[in-house]
């Protein structure tokens, strides 16, 4: 699975979108005091450039800018409306100019109520997407990917530095999410069930927390995808960031 873009804390696109709506915001407020001449098209290249240039500095500033998207999203597009109409009709940007004070008033209005709407959406806080992944490392042991294994019993082993493995879903400690989590194993996408139908649980006791685990599974002949997720002692996925490590891991084995 290609992930492209998620939502929720840290989503790089979203910081993007908000320093975008920074540098329309700039653009407009000095067209609006006459900094700025915008009396056809080929005015708004260069500010729309530099709106663009710092809206690429989305990755190093997703981690607290992506909060910010709900306000500002619906401003840069009340500001991007204005440059627009400004530059290409007859309507002028001034301080006490209609469409400069209806910009203004429907920029604040448009960020006061699509707020919430908006981070609903796109900036989601709730269960199953809340949990940061912070300074954990999750490592697939064995298989590692090309191995060539018997058909069969076999052992994926899983170790965990900076967290730790915990008994199951009804292991519902506080604090860190990367502590007592769970690891579910999947074969080609399925996810490996134990003779209860409930997700497989490692070999080792891991009541205190393990830092290392194994889980029996079998494979028939044929190339295979094994692959394995971390979840919160509570079930719940985290929110992995650009930059931080994967709660997924992948090896493709052939069983023969």
């Known amino acids: ?39 056809e098209p080929g005015d708004l290249v260069l500010p729309l450039a530099g709106s663009a240039v710092l809206a690429s500095l989305s990755g190093a500033t997703s981690d607290f800018l992506s909060d910010w998207v709900g306000w500002w999203f619906p401003l840069g597009v009340a500001a991007l409306v204005a440059v627009v109409l400004a530059a290409t009709t007859r309507l002028e940007l001034s301080p006490t100019s209609p469409l400069a004070i209806a910009t203004v008033v429907l920029g604040l209005v448009a960020s006061f109520t699509l707020h919430t709407a908006i ?107 094994v692959s394995l997720e971390f979840l919160t002692s509570s079930g719940e996925s985290f929110d992995t960031r650009v930059g931080q490590a994967p709660t997924i891991q992948i090896a493709t084995v052939e069983a023969e």
């Open 1 to 39: 699975m290609l992930l492209l873009a998620h939502a929720g804390a840290g989503a790089t696109w979203q910081a993007l979108l908000v320093l975008a709506s920074f540098g329309l915001v700039a653009v407009f407020l000095l067209a609006v005091f006459g900094v700025l001449t915008l009396d």
């Open 119 to 225: 981070e609903d959406a796109w900036h989601p806080t709730g269960s199953g997407i809340g949990a940061r992944w912070e300074d954990a490392t999750l490592e697939l042991v064995s298989p590692t990917d090309g191995d060539t294994v018997p058909i069969g019993p076999l052992d994926v082993v899983v170790r965990i530095e900076g967290g730790s493995i915990g008994q199951g879903p009804n292991d519902l400690r506080t604090g860190d999410p990367e502590e007592a989590g769970i690891v579910q194993v999947f074969v080609d996408g399925s996810l490996v069930t134990g003779a209860d139908g409930a997700p497989l649980r490692q070999v080792e006791n891991c009541t205190t927390g393990c830092t290392e685990a194994t889980y029996p599974i079998e494979l028939d002949r044929g190339v295979h995808v």
